[in-house]
C-alpha cells in the first residue's frame, strides 16, 4: 500500500487527486493540506510513502515544506513529488535540489501520476527524464548554480563514473544493464555505491550532484 498526503491550495486539484487514488487499488490518501506548512505537520504525522507537493502555496511554499521534509532524520523515509508547470522550470530544478525525488507536470494524464507516485514510492529512477535532463542541463551550466566538490572526484572509479553518465541521462537500472552489458544487480550495486560515496538520498538527488560536481557534463556544454 503506497500512502500519499496532497498538498496543493487547490481544493479541486486535491479532490481530484483523492478520487482517482482511491479508486486505484494499493493507494491510500493520508491527509490534505492546502500549503507548506500542513504538509509538513501531515508528513510528520502520518510518515507517507510520497507527499505529492505544489510548489506555489501561500504561506510556506512547496519548496520550502521540501526542504523540511528532506531534512528531517525522522522522515527519512518520505519522498517528496512536485507539481509544476512548464513556466516554473526553475522551481523545478531548486526542487530537485532541495531533495524532491522527482517532478510531475499537472496537465499529465492520470495513468501517469499513478506510475510516477509508484516509481518515487520505489526510488527507481527519476520522472520525465528527457524533462529532467533539459532542466538540469539548462540551469546548472548557470555559473551561479554550479558548486564544484573536487573532493568527490577522486573516489569514483572509471566504471562508476560511466554508470553515472547513464543515470543522469535518466536511465533505469535495468536499461543501464542492457547497455553496459551487466547483470540489473551489478548495475543497482553500482548506482548504490555512487549514491553512498556521494551523499545522496535518492536517484534525483544524485543526477544533480552528478552535473553539479563536474562528474558528468550536460550536453551540449564543454568541459
Same mark, same amino acid.
Request: charged share 25%.
Given at each position: ?21 482511491? #479508486? ?6 493520508? +491527509? ?26 501561500? +504561506?510556506?511554499? +512547496? ?10 532524520? +525522522? ?69 551561479? /548554480? ?26 533505469? /537500472? ?14 543497482? #550495486? ?34
Amino acid at each position: 500500500m503506497i500512502r500519499v498526503v496532497l498538498a496543493d491550495d487547490q481544493a479541486l486539484v486535491r479532490a481530484g487527486f483523492r478520487v482517482l487514488l482511491e #479508486t486505484e487499488d494499493g493507494f491510500a490518501v493520508c +491527509g490534505e493540506a492546502a500549503d507548506g506548512a500542513q504538509a509538513l505537520a501531515l508528513a510528520r504525522e502520518h510518515r507517507p510513502d510520497v507527499v505529492v507537493m505544489d510548489i506555489r502555496m501561500p +504561506g510556506v511554499d +512547496g519548496l520550502t515544506a521540501t526542504r523540511e521534509i528532506t531534512a528531517d532524520p +525522522g522522515l527519512d523515509g518520505v519522498k517528496v513529488l512536485v507539481l509544476t508547470t512548464f513556466d516554473v522550470d526553475e522551481y523545478v530544478f531548486q526542487a530537485l535540489r532541495a531533495g524532491a525525488s522527482g517532478f510531475l507536470l499537472k496537465d499529465t494524464e492520470p495513468v501517469e501520476l499513478l506510475r510516477a507516485l509508484r516509481v518515487i514510492a520505489a526510488g527507481e529512477a527519476l520522472l520525465a527524464p528527457t524533462v529532467t535532463r533539459r532542466l538540469i542541463s539548462e540551469f546548472v551550466t548557470r555559473p551561479e /548554480n554550479r558548486r564544484v566538490d573536487t573532493g568527490a572526484v577522486p573516489q569514483i572509479t572509471d566504471r562508476e563514473r560511466e554508470v553515472l553518465a547513464l543515470v543522469a541521462g535518466g536511465l533505469s /537500472n535495468d536499461e543501464i544493464a542492457a547497455q553496459l552489458v551487466i547483470s540489473t544487480a551489478t548495475a543497482r #550495486t553500482h548506482v548504490s555505491r555512487i549514491m553512498t560515496k556521494l551523499g545522496a538520498r535518492d536517484r534525483a538527488q544524485l543526477v544533480v550532484l552528478a552535473y553539479e560536481s563536474g562528474l558528468v557534463a550536460p550536453r551540449g556544454s564543454r568541459p
